[in-house]
């Protein structure tokens, strides 16, 4: 049998893969994407990571992010919120939508794959992939594929590592197991905590296209004066939540639903063995929190639990360039860039009134040489050349799609 031939073999479909499958496809290049689940999105499908965070009026490399934007508003998945924010995405619609997008662009898509072997040539790497066939109950070898370029968008560096690439320095913030509460009456709840809270940089509510859209927040930090805090304070009182649960709560309305509500939390800040397991007991006594004190929730259910955990940081390739918080707070220029960004220095900690929001005073750039681990071996997502605290503003959404389209015009060119 002939060996398949590629441009491109991508690991993970995820946004910054998503993004670079589909700009690269469009420009011409012969791209083969590889997903370890059954559908597209990462962070925002499994993770139920929505919305995506605001970022610069100036941000390049956003064509695939207004793409999908428009291909989700076609399907009621996607609004823009008060702020302007488009990041606004329906989860299970954004399944839908990438499949679209990336199959009329001309992707080849292999879910339920892994890459379990890759050698390594001159100009280009044999490519051996393992897919769970689930129609016979059998994994499937499938057979060696060579391609020119390979591009790790796994988060957590899978490619690099069987590769053994130099990683810096392993640093860690706490993760989350996001979930969505549906049945709520958003009416009845959003006028009750706009009025219970007045801080509009915390609480906000809006109407789009006939239906009310809203965001409130929490956290233990005692350096904000949450209107939130009783209300937690009196569930841990009676029992019904636990100090732990309460270190952090922030919520959203989902586009395209009359009665959703995303959760970002539980955060798990205790180094358990089975973080999935204290996540949903969290999750549950969270659930029973909201229908006991928010006025709204009474009727409202637990709707879905995400796959994965909400990693914000993992492993970190050396590339050849290592991108620094000092270049991010100067604002530092660069030849390539394939972001432009004002989102602050975003670290979550375990400890109260350690976590920091450092807000950053200028745009920033980062350049393609921080996405380059050697001449045909690439890195996008969190995975980053970058420092720490550099990466900690750059693991967003819409840098992530930045990232993707901007390195996919870069290996075509």
């Known amino acids: 049998m002939k060996m398949m031939k590629y441009d491109i073999v991508i690991a993970g479909g995820g946004t910054a893969g998503c993004a670079c499958a589909y700009t690269a496809a469009k420009l011409g290049l012969e791209v083969l994407l590889v997903e370890k689940n059954t559908f597209l999105g990462g962070s925002i499908t499994s993770a139920l990571v929505v919305p995506a965070m605001k970022t610069s009026k100036n941000a390049i490399n956003t064509d695939f992010f207004e793409t ?9 998945g996607a609004i823009t919120y008060i702020d302007g924010n488009k990041g606004w995405f329906n989860p299970e619609l954004t399944k839908i939508a990438l499949d679209s997008l990336l199959m009329d662009a001309g992707v080849e898509i292999l879910f339920e794959s892994d890459i379990t072997k890759i050698e390594e040539k001159l100009s280009s790497y044999i490519v051996t992939i393992e897919r769970n066939n689930n129609f016979s109950l059998k994994q499937e070898l499938l057979s060696p594929i060579e391609t020119r370029l390979i591009v790790d968008a796994t988060g957590d ?32 709840f959003s006028s009750w905590i706009m009025e219970l809270d007045k801080d509009r940089d915390v609480t906000t509510s809006c109407s789009v296209d006939g239906r009310i859209y809203l965001s409130t927040a929490y956290t233990w930090d005692k350096n904000k004066n949450w209107a939130l805090r009783p209300l937690f304070e009196r569930g841990m009182a009676d029992g019904v939540i636990t100090e732990e649960d ?7 309305s989902v586009a395209g639903t009359p009665d959703s509500i995303a959760f970002n939390c539980p955060r798990l800040i205790n180094n358990t063995k089975n973080p999935y397991i204290a996540g949903r007991a969290s999750i549950l006594r969270l659930s029973n929190f909201c229908r006991k004190y928010f006025p709204g929730f009474e009727k409202a259910y637990i709707s879905s639990i995400a796959n994965s ?12 360039y290592v991108y620094t918080a000092d270049d991010l707070r100067s604002g530092k220029r660069f030849e390539h860039p394939v972001v432009i960004s004002d989102y602050p220095i975003d670290v979550h900690s375990s400890q109260k009134d350690s976590s920091t929001l450092e807000t950053v005073y200028q745009e920033y750039q980062l350049p393609v040489e921080s996405l380059i681990v050697k001449d045909n071996l690439f890195v996008i ?16 959404i819409p840098s992530c799609f930045s990232m993707g389209e901007g ?6 060119t």
Not at 68 to 76: E, F, P, Q
Not at 407 to 412: N, P, Q
Request: charged letters at 25%; aromatic letters at 10%.
């Open 309 to 320: 955990l909400g990693i914000r940081v993992s492993n970190r390739v050396k590339g050849r």
């Open 68 to 76: 999908l934007y428009n291909k989700l508003s076609s399907i009621n």
């Open 157 to 188: 560096a899978k490619i690099c590592q069987k590769l053994n690439c130099e990683f810096l320095e392993k640093k860690s913030q706490p993760v989350n197991l996001r979930f969505i509460m549906s049945g709520v009456n958003v009416k009845e």
């Open 407 to 412: 390195l996919a015009r870069y290996l075509a």
């Open 381 to 396: 997502g969190r995975c980053i050349s970058a420092d720490f605290e550099a990466q900690a503003a750059l693991r967003i």
């Open 246 to 252: 309460s270190n952090y709560f922030q919520i959203f």
